[in-house]
């Protein structure tokens, strides 16, 4: 079986269709989601981990449990929750990482939620703060969509050869997701640049980035986000400022845990919103 057909029949298990939304969490929300406490309005109806699905299951999550957690609002809007996402940095190719996001718009859902932690690019962008993503520069010097364009079982381009880029996040929904997120936190907008990594940025990088006026760097979503813009989907990305870039404000030097941390302070709060979210969707 393939991975789509196992996902629709996990779904069909699940006493759900394709759902409505999918969200991948970003580092220090996937952990809050254990700790959250969701309002009755929503109950859990299923989760697939990364390894039970076929093609999927050499894919490494470095860190984090990698699977998706499915809910469904007493409405019947059904939302699913990445929590763990892959990284090129782990030297996989952009397509395997992007399969993460792929595979759950082959099997039905067309509205996506990208989140992450980045480091600020503009002072103002304080340590706790959130970006929704109006654009990006994929700075990854890599591309998820090189190589044949992919097709469908039916031989079907899934998409163009060249895809316009020309509105990758989508207007309406972030304004609807910063309306809910401004009643607890503090909320910027800005392009997210994307970097390989895993080194942090250097001083001079991210004095560059600043200079070109970029809100925040990190290194996830835009693969993500082209290779879902290439299928058609609708595309929502928010960053969490979890540090500033090195060398903005001062010349500390990075710590990868001390970025863990300053999310999880905050986690299970926007956890908290982004179900309010998901609510207004309905
Ligand atoms: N740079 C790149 N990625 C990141 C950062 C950063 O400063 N913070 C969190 N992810």
Not at 22 to 46: F, T
Not at 77 to 88: E, K
Request: hydrophobic share 40%.
């Amino acid at each position: 079986m393939d991975s789509v057909s196992f996902l629709k029949d996990m779904y069909g298990k699940f006493g759900c269709s394709a759902p409505n939304l999918h969200c991948v969490l970003g580092s220090g929300l996937s952990d809050a989601l254990e700790k959250a406490k969701l309002s009755d309005q929503w109950s859990e109806i299923g989760e697939i981990a990364f390894k039970e699905i076929p093609n999927f299951s050499s894919a490494t999550v470095e860190g984090h449990p990698g699977k998706y957690r499915i809910f469904k609002n007493k409405k019947g809007f059904v939302v699913s929750l990445q929590l763990g996402r892959l990284h090129g940095y782990e030297g996989l190719e952009p397509a395997k990482v992007a399969q993460s996001v792929t595979q759950i718009c082959a099997a039905g859902t067309k509205k996506f939620l990208l989140t992450n932690a980045a480091g600020g690019l503009n002072k103002n962008y304080h340590p706790g703060s959130l970006m929704i993503i109006d654009d990006h520069i994929n700075f990854t010097g890599r591309n998820p969509l090189v190589g044949p364009n992919p097709k469908d079982s039916k031989g079907k381009a899934l998409g163009p050869r060249f895809p316009d880029l020309s509105a990758v996040y989508d207007k309406k929904t972030s304004a609807l997701l910063e309306k809910v997120l401004q009643k607890s936190f503090d909320v910027h907008h800005g392009t997210y640049v994307g970097v390989l990594g895993p080194s942090f940025e250097t001083p001079a990088e991210v004095k560059l980035f600043s200079s070109w006026g970029m809100g925040a760097v990190g290194m996830s979503t835009v693969w993500e986000a082209i290779a879902l813009k290439h299928r058609g989907a609708e595309v929502t990305g928010l960053s969490f400022i979890s540090n500033y870039g090195c060398g903005l404000v001062d010349s500390s030097a990075l710590d990868h845990n001390d970025v863990l941390n300053q999310g999880k302070q905050s986690a299970e709060k926007l956890i908290n919103s982004l179900f309010s979210f998901f609510e207004e969707l309905i």
